[in-house]
């Protein structure tokens, strides 16, 4: 399981083309990747399907504990 960041970085996909396929602005994208913001459960689905199963919805949920 990968974090978008690396994600990105290891398939040389641009922020901005990345933001294209998933419908939001590159800078949501960086948001994400800096981990400042965290995507809605439609946007977390479509990163999951965009990056073939490599961030998951669940890459987005923090440990409570």
Do not use: H, Y
Not at 33 to 56: H, K, N
């Amino acid at each position: 399981m990968a974090n978008l960041a690396s994600f990105l970085t290891e398939t040389g996909e641009t922020q901005v083309e990345f933001a294209k396929r998933v419908g939001v602005s590159q800078g949501t994208v960086s948001k994400l990747c800096a981990g400042q913001i965290t995507p809605s459960l439609p946007l977390a689905v479509r990163i999951a399907r965009e990056t073939g199963g490599r961030v998951p919805v669940d890459a987005w949920v923090r440990d409570a504990a």
